[in-house]
């Protein structure tokens, strides 16, 4: 039997080979809270075979195969600590000391966020020219961005290596040009897309022009209305008192002091001031002077 063993030794048929450690993801690269799977393989050797998944020299788990299938073991990262240094050994009844592959070690990236489709304007005209900016505030750079109208790509992908918004420009020819649109951010890191919310442009209404005239009308109406009141105090007050005291003046400002018994149609107007509370006045008659002398010398 022993001699069997070292037969079979010496051919190198039972030994197992060193097992390769690969992610099943395809990429070392990978997000904060991210589920991945290592995937630890000899390709020959003898079943079965003890698979050990180690992370820093310390062991993490073992699994057991009956034959040469791989062995899968899922990880997830919670911290920094967690992107390596990882390698795996592989060992059966034959091999002493099994068997280790290759170290390997993650690459922790940013989780990229929701990102932001904007425009300095939300309305446009026929025939205007507009913007549309899209930008993630976190993710590992670089970032490659894709504008969509409805489900249809407009834009070749931009890929920017800074934090920057990717721009494009557009031409509203009709009102179909008007939304929705929406914009994809995708890092280098697989399975790390996010979509923008749906912008739309609202078509500017053509008569929208007579807004400022009507605002002016209204400030015009406005300064009329603060005029005429200015004006009050000023010219109509005085105007209606001056004609009122002109009439008073007709209806009582003059008083006749004709005497009755004169032969002659002589008369004498004296004007009347208006009576005050203070002044007390007397009308009396006024006679020619000269006719009275007369008549008193005769008597």
Same mark, same amino acid.
């Given at each position: 039997?022993?001699?069997?063993?070292?037969?079979?030794?010496?051919?190198?048929? %039972?030994?197992?080979?060193?097992?390769? *450690?690969?992610?099943?993801? %395809?990429?070392?690269?990978?997000?904060?809270?991210?589920?991945?799977?290592?995937?630890?393989?000899?390709?020959?050797? $003898? +079943? +079965?075979? !003890?698979?050990?998944?180690?992370?820093?020299?310390?062991?993490?788990?073992?699994?057991?195969?009956?034959?040469?299938? +791989?062995?899968? =073991?899922?990880?997830?990262?919670?911290?920094?600590?967690?992107?390596?240094?990882?390698?795996?050994?592989?060992?059966?009844?034959?091999?002493?000391?099994?068997?280790?592959?290759?170290? *390997?070690?993650?690459?922790?990236?940013?989780?990229?966020?929701? +990102?932001?489709? $904007?425009?300095?304007? $939300?309305?446009?005209?026929?025939?205007?020219?507009? !913007?549309?900016?899209?930008?993630?505030?976190?993710?590992?750079?670089?970032?490659?961005?894709?504008?969509?109208?409805?489900?249809?790509?407009? $834009?070749?992908?931009?890929?920017?290596?800074?934090?920057?918004?990717?721009?494009?420009?557009?031409?509203?020819?009709?009102?179909?040009?008007? %939304?929705?649109?929406?914009?994809?951010?995708?890092?280098?890191?697989?399975?790390?897309?996010?979509?923008?919310?749906?912008?739309?442009?609202?078509?500017?209404?053509? %008569?929208?022009?007579?807004?400022?005239?009507?605002?002016?009308?209204? *400030?015009?109406?406005?300064?009329?209305?603060?005029?005429?009141?200015?004006?009050?105090? =000023?010219?109509?007050?005085?105007?209606?008192?001056?004609?009122? =005291?002109?009439?008073?003046?007709?209806? !009582?400002?003059?008083?006749?002091?004709?005497?009755?018994?004169?032969?002659?149609?002589?008369?004498?107007?004296?004007?009347?001031?208006?009576?005050?509370?203070?002044?007390?006045?007397?009308?009396?008659?006024?006679?020619?002077?000269?006719?009275?002398?007369?008549?008193? *010398?005769?008597?």
């Amino acid at each position: 039997m022993s001699q069997q063993i070292q037969k079979t030794t010496a051919s190198g048929k %039972g030994m197992l080979s060193n097992p390769r *450690l690969t992610p099943l993801q %395809g990429t070392l690269n990978v997000v904060m809270n991210q589920n991945v799977t290592l995937s630890c393989h000899s390709d020959s050797g $003898s +079943p +079965p075979v !003890t698979y050990t998944l180690f992370k820093h020299n310390q062991k993490v788990s073992t699994l057991n195969r009956p034959d040469l299938t +791989p062995g899968l =073991f899922s990880l997830t990262i919670s911290s920094a600590s967690d992107v390596g240094e990882y390698k795996c050994k592989a060992e059966n009844n034959i091999s002493s000391g099994g068997k280790y592959s290759k170290s *390997l070690n993650f690459t922790l990236g940013e989780q990229i966020s929701k +990102p932001v489709l $904007s425009s300095p304007t $939300s309305q446009a005209k026929k025939g205007q020219n507009v !913007t549309l900016s899209c930008l993630s505030e976190n993710g590992s750079l670089p970032i490659t961005y894709l504008f969509f109208k409805g489900r249809q790509s407009i $834009s070749p992908p931009v890929k920017m290596q800074k934090r920057e918004a990717a721009v494009i420009f557009l031409f509203i020819n009709s009102s179909s040009d008007l %939304g929705t649109y929406k914009c994809r951010a995708e890092s280098s890191f697989r399975n790390n897309t996010k979509y923008s919310n749906g912008f739309n442009f609202t078509l500017a209404e053509e %008569g929208s022009h007579s807004q400022p005239l009507i605002i002016s009308l209204v *400030l015009i109406s406005l300064l009329l209305v603060i005029g005429f009141a200015l004006a009050i105090p =000023f010219f109509i007050i005085p105007s209606y008192k001056a004609r009122k =005291f002109k009439s008073t003046r007709h209806s !009582t400002g003059l008083t006749s002091t004709m005497n009755a018994e004169d032969p002659e149609n002589y008369v004498i107007y004296a004007e009347i001031d208006p009576v005050t509370p203070e002044e007390e006045y007397i009308n009396f008659p006024v006679a020619r002077r000269e006719d009275e002398k007369g008549e008193n *010398l005769k008597l």
